[in-house]
């Protein structure tokens, strides 16, 4: 479980624009799965929730923070991704 360290300047821009919450990032950073990079750098994301009635037919929502090796949010992200109709 990583915790919530320091965040730059352009993470907290990204923050405010996307209406990211900081205890949104928090939820990110202790629960979100974590991809290491070659760099030291990592990747921390989170799904959506699982396909319920109320996600039904709507754009998801995946959260995503890029932090440097010594933890320091870099920058956060909102993305919607598309379901493509079968």
């Keep these: 479980m990583m915790k919530l360290g320091k965040i730059s300047a352009l993470?907290?821009?990204?923050?405010?624009q996307r209406g990211i919450s900081i205890a949104a990032l928090n939820d990110l950073i202790?629960?979100?799965?974590?991809?290491k990079q070659f760099d030291g750098a990592q990747l921390?994301?989170?799904?959506s929730p699982a396909s319920t009635p109320?996600?039904?037919g709507r754009p998801q929502p995946?959260?995503?923070?890029v932090m440097d090796?010594?933890?320091?949010v870099l920058t956060v992200e909102k993305r919607v991704r598309?379901?493509?109709a079968y």
């Design 44 to 47: 921390v994301y989170l799904d």
């Design 69 to 72: 090796a010594t933890g320091e």
């Design 62 to 65: 995946r959260l995503y923070a």
């Design 82 to 84: 598309l379901r493509a």
């Design 54 to 56: 109320s996600w039904a």
């Design 11 to 16: 993470a907290l821009s990204h923050m405010k």
């Design 30 to 35: 202790t629960h979100g799965q974590v991809e």
